[in-house]
């Protein structure tokens, strides 16, 4: 079956734009996850969708990022009056359950100018 | 602070040769996850532990975590240039709704 998919694959913006990168999980998965890997750096948590339970936003690094997951599917993570340190790879996950073992997809590079 | 940490940072090692990479966790893990990230790709499941004392093996890769549930090692045998990338061990701590990921270790093999 189809793995994870994300679009853009990549995504150049200026300064101060917004930005919407989408994610499709796999089908069936109730959970789903975004991560941010910069360069050189790990991956960074940033927030996770469990069936329709309110999702845990701690991991969002300013209020310039949202996220929502429309009809327990697609998710979209928007940042809002993007910075130069918000370039990086953005990367999806889903599990079948919550915390199970995720299944990532390609990721959208980000590069903010 | 870093929830997980991974050592080695980086390998290079000669084709054919056997390595370790570690994952040591302040916490107790309740469930231990390795991946390996391609360069410029996304990342791809390796193996999962949840028991303590747990291993287990795939082709040339063996996954082991610890009785005490803090520590997993991830061993590969015979190295091959196909075993390049990033190793990533991932972890449920359960402090929260949140998983971590390890700094990863990249790992180069001369072939």
């Not at chain 1, 969002?60 to 370039?87: C, K, M, N, W, Y």
């Not at chain 1, 299944?103 to 590079?109: D, L, S």
């Not at chain 2, 390998?11 to 391609?38: A, D, M, P, R």
């Amino acid at each position: 079956g189809a793995g994870v998919s994300q679009s853009p694959s990549n995504k150049v913006t200026e300064k101060g734009k917004d930005v919407e990168l989408r994610c499709d999980p796999i089908s069936g998965h109730t959970a789903l996850y975004w991560y941010r890997q910069s360069l050189g750096q790990g991956l960074e948590f940033l927030i996770y969708f469990q069936g329709n339970s309110a999702p845990d936003k701690s991991g969002l690094p300013s209020d310039r990022f949202s996220a929502e997951r429309t009809g327990g599917s697609v998710s979209t993570l928007t940042i809002q009056r993007t910075q130069q340190e918000d370039s990086a790879v953005y990367l999806c996950a889903s599990s079948l359950g919550g915390m199970g073992t995720q299944y990532f997809g390609p990721g959208t590079r980000l590069l903010v100018l | 602070s870093q929830e997980l940490e991974q050592s080695p940072q980086s390998l290079i090692v000669q084709e054919g040769k056997n390595l370790t990479i570690n994952c040591t966790s302040s916490k107790t893990l309740y469930g231990l996850y390795w991946y390996k990230q391609k360069y410029g790709e996304g990342l791809i499941f390796l193996m999962m532990l949840q028991k303590g004392g747990e291993e287990k093996s795939h082709e040339k890769i063996t996954a082991k975590l610890d009785e005490k549930k803090q520590q997993s090692s991830l061993h590969i045998t015979a190295s091959q240039p196909s075993h390049a990338g990033i190793y990533l061990c991932g972890a449920d701590m359960s402090t929260g709704n949140q998983f971590y990921f390890g700094t990863g270790t990249s790992l180069t093999v001369i072939p």
